[in-house]
């Protein structure tokens, strides 16, 4: 950790900061878990307002409504990446934290660091519930990472939805949207040109539509396994791949469909059917360009060569294996980013519109 407010991670491609504003954003939408939660001194709680999320000085959250041990107490919360950092904050000599009743933190960490002993930690959390969020976070610490980097793209809110519809016209409400998502894209091939600088085009390939089907919660353990068994070694079955990975896999809250083992078996039924799959694409996309793929098609959804492209993707690459929302999700995610960053065809205006996949999770936010 280089800051206080910055934890430094290792990811699977990397080393990601995670800002401590992304711990206040899980707080304030409830991103999280919330059955059986209890404090770390083992007290069951509940959640029953988290509070106003505070910009200025004192807590983070204040007039939260919370019950503990089955009392309900109004107060602040305080949100850190370990208890430890209340006194490197100095919280505990300022009285504008005497309001708060209960610490919120990642991980209880190491509670002995430098000037600060054991015992002068505890006596002065000593009355102070702490809850850890790790234990019950949605997806890994890394998704979390990605989707707040995106929100947060150029220091703009994407959540000022309210100011958006009352201060736009129509006309500046479609350029606006149309920009963002063009640097979504743009985005996405930055992230698919950093997998092929690292690996083959088939095993970005290969890693990168197994993170889709991984779905937010199990994205990294799919992609673990895409990296340690590639295309020319995938020889176990999707029953022997998600016993191999039992204690990696998060399956509270998932709907069936997106249940691992069924992406494996999915994933196992295209391996058998086209193998070299990836490789598909390439000859293809030569194709499609032969026949005036990139001439034809312009921001038009139903047109006769955006309906041959998906037909070519969906029924003669990946031979129907998952259902179409899944698929344009695997299109929009990782294919056409893909294709962009190797430079096998200019896939901007196609991916801005492309059919819709599934819907990304996003906070309910109030308006």
């Given at each position: ?159 000022d939805f309210k100011y958006i519809t009352e201060h736009l016209s129509e006309a500046e409400r479609i350029e606006f949207f149309y920009a963002e998502a063009k640097k979504r894209f743009h985005r996405k091939v930055k992230f698919a040109k950093k997998r092929l600088d690292q690996s083959s085009w088939e095993e970005a390939c290969h890693v ?44 509270s809250g998932i709907r069936p469909a997106n249940q691992p083992l069924v992406r494996l078996r999915q994933y196992t039924s295209l391996m058998e059917k086209e193998p070299n799959w990836p490789n598909r694409i390439i000859e293809n996309i030569a194709l499609l360009k032969e026949h005036g793929l990139t001439k034809t098609i312009c921001n ?68």
């Amino acid at each position: 950790m280089n800051d206080l407010n910055v934890f430094e991670l290792q990811g699977l491609y990397g080393s990601y900061s995670l800002p401590e504003s992304v711990l206040q954003h899980i707080w304030h939408y409830g991103d999280f878990n919330h059955k059986e939660l209890r404090t770390q001194s083992g007290k069951p709680i509940s959640i029953l307002n988290p509070g106003r999320w505070n910009h200025n000085e004192g807590p983070d959250f204040l007039e939260a409504v919370l019950k503990i041990d089955g009392k309900t107490i109004v107060g602040a919360v305080e949100v850190h990446f370990e208890p430890i950092n209340w006194f490197y904050h100095h919280h505990h000599k300022n009285p504008f934290f005497d309001s708060v009743i209960l610490h919120v933190v990642l991980t209880m960490g190491n509670q002995e660091r430098g000037d600060l002993d054991r015992s002068f930690f505890l006596n002065s959390l000593r009355d102070l519930e702490t809850l850890a969020l790790l234990p019950h976070l949605n997806m890994d610490l890394e998704s979390y990472a990605i989707e707040h980097a995106l929100l947060t793209f150029e220091k703009k809110n994407l959540f000022d939805f309210k100011y958006i519809t009352e201060h736009l016209s129509e006309a500046e409400r479609i350029e606006f949207f149309y920009a963002e998502a063009k640097k979504r894209f743009h985005r996405k091939v930055k992230f698919a040109k950093k997998r092929l600088d690292q690996s083959s085009w088939e095993e970005a390939c290969h890693v990168m539509l197994l993170e889709v089907l991984g779905y937010s919660r199990n994205r990294l353990t799919m992609a673990n396994i895409g990296l340690q068994h590639p295309l020319p070694h995938w020889n176990l079955s999707a029953e022997q791949l998600y016993q191999k990975y039992k204690s990696d896999w998060k399956l509270s809250g998932i709907r069936p469909a997106n249940q691992p083992l069924v992406r494996l078996r999915q994933y196992t039924s295209l391996m058998e059917k086209e193998p070299n799959w990836p490789n598909r694409i390439i000859e293809n996309i030569a194709l499609l360009k032969e026949h005036g793929l990139t001439k034809t098609i312009c921001n038009h959804k139903r047109s006769p060569m955006m309906q041959k492209m998906k037909t070519v993707f969906r029924s003669d690459i990946l031979h129907n294996f998952v259902g179409e929302t899944r698929f344009h999700t695997i299109m929009i995610d990782a294919l056409l980013p893909l294709i962009e960053a190797e430079k096998l065809m200019d896939t901007e205006t196609i991916w801005l519109d492309w059919w819709l996949g599934g819907v990304s999770r996003m906070p309910v936010v109030s308006i």
